[in-house]
């Protein structure tokens, strides 16, 4: 009986331990196939997205859309199965990675059509590498007559923010400006143009003001228009500040005047705004956090908690939606650039932003020798309006004004037309010398 015993009790372990095996196995299995599905829908999406995110033409990026498609079916038709699937994915790979190369090759700004489709003659659309200070970065010049005047972009923001994002926003002042839009080092197609850690603010006013002699010799144009926001704003400030012989005029949107005391008014109101929600959760985040300016490890995280908080109160998406998906609307970058525009805006903004600390230009540019015009949303509660207000009423220049635009922070939509208008109709018309 008890050899018996023995043997019934090791036919069990060895059937636990073969069905303990099976599961093992059968988890294994399960792993494996939702790592090879994730990785067939990524190296997938790096193709179906091409002709919507970058400028591959339809002879590349058709046949490897196809290329994709036997690929997919390959593991159906091919025995064994784990063959024809190591097959599929080693070539998706080869795809995926063909995808990635012609998206950089072929990245482009798009061209200024006439009614019939084809390019406007005399006018310039052009994606390209200029040589500032000594490193290589990235502008984009469009525009229907190259004898307008031109328009320096700074970026979108950040910093770590790039300009060619913006593209669709200023579309519409193509008719009267050649229109440059600048990646600034750190960011985008400008990545790698100097280690991100050596950035500081003088080394932006240098390339922009490098830049801006570029453009002048040029298009021969003794002066020229520069536009700023948020935290190219605070560049353009500085930059007319420092060389006010070269600008007709300083254009700021959603003005940056004293990043401390802008964000301290910020997280107040980001603390006050989730109490009112009741978002007890929040309101925990944001007291953990404490009172900015924030420096060191966690940082950024720390800024765009309240920030995000903000882009609610605004109605506005939040910057973890928008930081990674926008650079994926602009053609002129490959899906290189549209990481690294991610990456550089974490990172920069980590470098530089704490250098901003002490800003006040309602005592650091209380003067400015250029015309000033300000637009600013009647709803941003990112820069906010006082401060602004408070600046305008102390400057001193040859002409300022506060133009107050529907919307929160910066250009969209529903402010779009009023800023057009006000570029064409006022600034232009009041600044230009062509039209005096």
Known sequence: MKRTHV???????????????????????????????????FLGLLVVLLPLSTAVPAWIWIPLALADVGLIILPFRLKPTWRGVMVS????????LIAIFTSQVFAATPPITGADGKPLSGSIAVLEKVMLNG???????????????????????????????????????????????????????SYHAVPISSLTPARFIEDAHALTLYLQERFHQEKIYVYGTSWTSILGIWLVQQYPDLYHAYLGNAQMINTTENDLMGYELALKY????????????????????????????KYVAF??????????????????????????YGWVDKINHTRGLVESFEVVYPQLENL???????????????FMGRDDVNAMPTLVEEYIAILEAPHKELIWLEGGHGLDGSNLGQFVDVMVNKVLADTCPANK
């Open 307 to 332: 920030l995000d908080v903000l882009n609610d109160y605004m109605d506005a998406p939040r910057y973890t939606f928008v930081v990674p998906i926008a650079p994926f609307i602009a053609p002129e």
């Open 274 to 301: 989730s109490a009112e929600r009741g978002d007890t959760k929040m309101v925990e985040t944001l007291r953990r956090n404490g009172t900015p300016p924030y420096a060191g490890e966690g940082m950024l995280a």
């Open 7 to 41: 043997v019934n009790l090791t036919n069990r372990v060895q059937e636990n331990s073969f069905n303990r095996g099976m599961l093992a196995r059968k988890i294994l299995s399960v792993l494996g196939q939702t790592l090879a599905g994730i990785l067939v829908i």
């Open 89 to 96: 994915l080693l070539g998706m790979i080869v795809v995926g």
């Open 135 to 189: 490193s290589e970065q990235w502008i984009t010049i469009r525009g229907h007559d190259t004898t307008k005047p031109v328009l320096l972009n700074l970026g979108m923001g950040g910093p770590g923010g790039g300009g060619f994002i913006q593209r669709t926003l200023f579309e519409p002042l193509e008719n009267e400006f050649v229109v440059v839009s600048w990646d600034e080092p750190g960011t985008g197609k």
């Open 360 to 374: 006040d230009f309602k005592t650091q540019a209380a003067k400015l020798e250029v015309p000033v015009y300000i």
